[in-house]
């Protein structure tokens, strides 16, 4: 490497390192001028605070615990071919091809924009992948085919995909792209002219012997008949362990292996174990790469990248981890009445959100109303709402509460039965209490307000059942009141009098 590009890496490096990853602002891996898909694009998000996924230390043996990891591109060549999986940059005036394909279904119908004289993967004798791809920086689109074959003025291939670098859009479900798992292949290639920049920004593609017959998001295919839950699926991300000591590398695989433990790499294809996929460069020093090799199966965790997952059908993710709570997670809120919702933001420095009422920000009068601060005022009609607080610097997060609202419920009220009574000395009177417009309809019995009566005005049961005294109290009429326990405000009465005979 010339002295004045190493001395570059070496501060830019540095200058990264330094940076503290709670404070680090996505930025895109471009081609061009075109981003290599938004930088909030999955492929393009840090993992190295995501937890630890449970089939971890399973997968890592299953893949090779002892493998060391390998840097399947360089500077040479092998078999006759470039070592590693070359590309096209081809501005929008590139003619394009049409292509057929074996797994026509499941491909792009195209035209596509890659040069009939392209390199493929390997060269052009090659009978392995021969992977074809071209990027039009014109347009930001990226084409790719497997298994290519150029014809006289079109191509031919087993598979085809074409991505638009500016869209977060995955492949159909199921679909496989010119890679097994239904990812695109340039998006996780190691390229010398990141080295240059000091800088990998990007989850890279790796390879291993056997697969699940399963794919995780971000990835669209498998490509597997085995099922056991020890073979990892594809699109499994890992990541270098954080306390692997990399001080000893070269700059430029210090480069490659800060990214390993920042963005990790993607489980894109079978293969062999550990393999990394990059682009041949002659500027790579392939004795150095192979230092690569000490990293072993041991040295990396798999991460569970499900919490970054915005749509399972999209490739946009949570930026940094960066999640918003709402409190309450749910409320009911009578009609015309006021509920303050908070809302908490992760992982971001910037604390602020705009609220929403059903998409509608700020709400209106079908829904109701919510304010910067998170005051919801309910509608004065009976509905069910979703209440919802963005992140203003992170809008992909988000987070929300169910609202109910409800009209106010009707006054709770209390009848005795008989409403009056005579009732000898020493004898017994049994009354009844209905309470409406209350879930617990159980009162408390009082006589001239004492509850439970005493002697000398008579005694009431837990039932209802009054009791005379011996004699005839003065006033000889005494009140019975039954009180509703859940509104101890609402009660009824009863006259009883007490004759003595």
Known sequence: MPHHVLCRVLHRLA???????AFAFAQAPTVGTCPVFPADNIWNTRVDQLPVHPSSSTWINTIGATTGA?????????????????????????????????????????PY?????????????????????????????????YRAFPQTASWKGDSGAIFNLLSHALRPATWTSADAAGLPIFAGLVRYDEIAAGEIRHA????????????????????????????????????LRADFNI?????????????????????????????????????WNDTDLRNLGNVKGTDWQAVDVS???????????????VTVTVSPASAQVLANATQQFT??????????????????????????????????????????VTVRATSVPTPAAKGTAAVAVTNPPLPVSVSVSPASASVRINKTKTFVATVQNAANTSVTWKVNGITGGNSTVGTIS??????????????????????????????GNAAVTVTRR
């Open 204 to 239: 890279i593609r790796f390879t291993v012997p056997q697969t699940q017959r399963a794919y995780v998001w971000p990835a669209r295919h498998y490509a597997s008949s085995l099922t056991g839950a020890h073979y990892p699926p594809m699109g499994a991300r890992f990541r």
């Open 70 to 110: 390998h840097a399947d591109f360089g500077a040479g060549t092998w078999n006759g071919g470039p070592i590693g999986i070359p590309f096209v940059t081809v501005p929008a005036t590139q003619t394009k091809y049409p292509a057929t394909f074996l797994y026509q279904s499941e491909s792009d119908t195209g």
């Open 247 to 283: 001080s000893g590398y070269s700059a430029v695989n210090q480069i490659i292996l800060t990214a390993m433990k920042r963005y990790g790499i993607m489980l894109a294809d079978n293969g062999s174990a550990w393999f990394i996929s990059g682009a041949p460069d002659s500027r």
């Open 462 to 491: 837990a039932g209802g059942v009054y009791r005379a005294p011996a004699a005839v109290p003065s006033p000889a009429t005494q009140t019975i009141t039954a009180v509703s326990v859940q509104d101890p405000t609402k009660s």
């Open 307 to 321: 919490p970054l997952m915005i749509d399972p059908n999209s490739g946009q993710a949570l930026q940094n981890g």
């Open 343 to 384: 809302a908490t933001v992760t992982n971001s420095v910037d604390q602020s959100v705009t609220w929403d009422v059903n998409g509608v920000v700020g709400g209106n009068s079908s829904v109701g109303w919510i304010n910067a601060t998170g005051l919801y005022t309910a509608p004065a009609t009976p509905v069910n």
């Open 113 to 145: 924009a890659i040069p009939l004289n392209a390199p493929i993967e390997g060269g052009s004798a090659s009978t392995g992948d021969r992977h074809a791809i071209a990027v039009e920086t014109g347009n930001c689109i990226l084409y790719e085919i």
């Open 15 to 21: 200058a990264l390192l330094a940076f503290p990853a």
